[in-house]
């Protein structure tokens, strides 16, 4: 992941790159999806997909750490939802058992970098 010092841009972060190929996952996956949860379900999962890395780059760009902790911690709460709405839609038949393993995995990877991103911003903290 790198020090944040070192890094130029929020684009160098492993994790914001992370989060982008599960937001490119989740964009493709639910292209599929039937016409009536365009509304629904496709505009929810599309909004915390997209939140998660929106989260992590504003944290980048803000000055003190008590910012950056706040918005890096939104975006694992955006993850987390995604997760949860990953599981439902796959419940009720609109992912695949082989999608649903693809996106998981995708967030699980991306969970365990926000999770140490987290970490890390809080023992600069101290």
């Given at each position: 992941m790198g020090k944040q010092n070192e890094l130029k841009a929020f684009q160098d972060l492993t994790v914001w790159q992370e989060s982008r190929k599960?937001?490119?996952?989740?964009y493709k996956l639910t292209k599929?999806?039937?016409?009536?949860?365009?509304?629904?379900?496709v505009s929810q999962m599309r909004r915390s997909s997209m939140s998660i890395s929106s989260n992590?780059?504003?944290?980048?760009?803000?000055s003190s750490i008590?910012?950056?902790l706040h918005f890096y911690i939104m975006a694992r709460g955006s993850l987390?939802?995604?997760?949860?709405?990953?599981i439902l839609t796959g419940d009720?038949?609109?992912?695949t058992?082989?999608?649903?393993?693809?996106?998981?995995?995708q967030a699980e990877i991306t969970h365990k970098l926000v999770v140490g991103l987290i970490?890390?911003?809080?023992r600069r903290k101290q």
């Open positions: 599960l937001f490119f996952i989740i599929q999806f039937p016409k009536e949860e365009v509304f629904s379900s992590i780059a504003e944290g980048f760009g803000r008590a910012d950056k987390t939802e995604l997760q949860n709405q990953i009720v038949g609109l992912i058992a082989e999608n649903i393993k693809i996106a998981l995995e970490k890390v911003t809080e």
